[in-house]
C-alpha cells in the first residue's frame, strides 16, 4: 500500500492520535470497529503497529475489491462496503462525501510535496 494514502487515511481518522475513539467505538490510528479488528486479527487497536497492520489489511482488501477504484475504497473504509454497493457507488452521505475529498486532497497534497522535493533534489545534484 501506497505510504502516503495510509498517512492520509491515519490524518483523517484519527489526526495521528493512537488514543482516538470515534462516537461509534472506531479505536486507534485508522479508527477501526472492534468487530473489523476482531476480523483483522488486530488484539490492541490502541498499539499503533497492530492497528496500521489491521487498518492497511482493510484498506488493500476495499481496493482490491473494488479494482483499485480509490474513491470506492475510501468510501467503503467510512460508511462499509454494504452501503459502497447498495449505492453502487459513494454511498449520499455528507460524511463520507467530505471524508473521500479530504482523503484524496491530503493524499495529493502528499504526493505533490514528495515530487517537488525530488526534483529539488536532483536540481542539487
Do not use: C, W
Not at 486507534?28 to 497492530?50: K, R, Y
Not at 484524496?104 to 536540481?123: G, Y
Amino acid at each position: 500500500l501506497d505510504v502516503d494514502l495510509l498517512a492520509s487515511l491515519v490524518k483523517a481518522e484519527s489526526g495521528g492520535n493512537a488514543r482516538a475513539v470515534s462516537s461509534a467505538g472506531a479505536r486507534g490510528l485508522m479508527q477501526l470497529m472492534p468487530g473489523t479488528a476482531n476480523d483483522l486479527g488486530v488484539q490492541d487497536s490502541f498499539e499503533p503497529g497492530q492497528n496500521v497492520r489491521g487498518g492497511s489489511a482493510y484498506l488493500d482488501a476495499l481496493l482490491t475489491r473494488y479494482n483499485d477504484n480509490m474513491s470506492l475504497a475510501l468510501a467503503a473504509y467510512n460508511a462499509g462496503p454494504a452501503a459502497v454497493d447498495k449505492y453502487n457507488g459513494i454511498p449520499p452521505y455528507h460524511e463520507t462525501k467530505v471524508y473521500v475529498a479530504r482523503v484524496i486532497h491530503e493524499f495529493n497534497r502528499r504526493v505533490r510535496a514528495r515530487e517537488a522535493e525530488a526534483k529539488r533534489t536532483a536540481s542539487q545534484n
